[in-house]
């Protein structure tokens, strides 16, 4: 159980494009969903927090009109960076709960390479 | 920014031979994790701890929530080629809700 789907795994593209990036909880309802940006050898850093059906919440210095956080339904959160520049390139990775309780653990995605030409 | 300390940050063993890699902080933390990741792949939950002094098995794989709830450990029993990649700690405090704080990580390479 607790599987969490990321679409797609990698996405190339040109400076200036926007890019959608998925997040799905398959097998259970995810109230919070969590996207997190990785630098090669580096640990994972949150981005933000995103609640079903409520305004996302950014960490600080996350710019928030460039990474739209939409979590519309239980099951699905999306990331889409706007005007992607090469500094955007990196591994994204969702992260969600299965229910309300804060102690949950969270479950991964596989990440999204996102390669800006 | 990371208020976790995870060492040592790479090991190198011997097929067979035990590890441990440990967290700390000088925060309280209420919950702990342990997660694996693989290259271009998300983390794999290992681990999780609930209860300061918890001591907690999956398989070979053995971690404790420390009594002062400010470190963890794991330790690998037998490692095995397979048990190569990159163990990240994360902990979970109070005042932070559900967000987790991670461990820079522990590169482990097993040598056959």
């Known amino acids: 159980g607790a599987v969490v789907s990321q679409h797609p795994s990698w996405v190339i593209c040109k400076s200036g494009t926007s890019v959608k990036i998925e997040c799905r909880s398959l097998?259970?309802?995810?109230?919070?969903m969590f996207w997190y940006r990785q630098f090669p050898k580096q640990s994972l850093m949150l981005m933000a927090t995103?609640?079903?059906?409520?305004?996302?919440?950014?960490e600080q210095g996350v710019e928030k009109d460039k990474f739209l956080i939409n979590h519309a339904s239980l099951t699905l959160s999306t990331l889409t960076v706007t005007s992607a520049h090469p500094e955007d390139s990196s591994f994204y990775i969702c992260?969600?709960?299965?229910?309300?309780?804060?102690?949950?653990?969270?479950?991964f995605g596989d990440g999204t390479r996102l390669s800006i030409l | 920014g990371q208020q976790l300390n995870q060492s040592p940050q790479s090991m190198f063993i011997q097929e067979g031979e035990d590890v441990s890699m440990n967290c700390t902080s000088s925060?309280?933390?209420?919950?702990w994790l342990w997660y694996k990741q693989e290259p271009g792949e998300g983390p794999v939950l290992l681990i999780a701890?609930?209860?300061?002094?918890e001591l907690t098995s999956n398989g070979r794989l053995t971690a404790q929530f420390g009594i002062t709830r400010k470190d963890s450990f794991l330790n690998i029993s037998a490692s095995i080629p397979s048990d190569v990649g990159i163990y990240f700690c994360?902990?979970?405090?109070?005042?932070?809700?559900?967000?987790?704080?991670f461990g820079e990580g522990t590169q482990l390479t097993v040598n056959p």
């Open positions: 925060s309280i933390f209420n919950t």
């Open positions: 992260s969600a709960i299965g229910d309300r309780a804060i102690n949950q653990p969270q479950h």
């Open positions: 701890l609930y209860k300061a002094g």
């Open positions: 995103s609640n079903e059906g409520s305004k996302a919440t950014y």
């Open positions: 097998d259970f309802q995810a109230t919070t």
């Open positions: 994360a902990g979970r405090r109070e005042t932070s809700g559900s967000r987790l704080t």
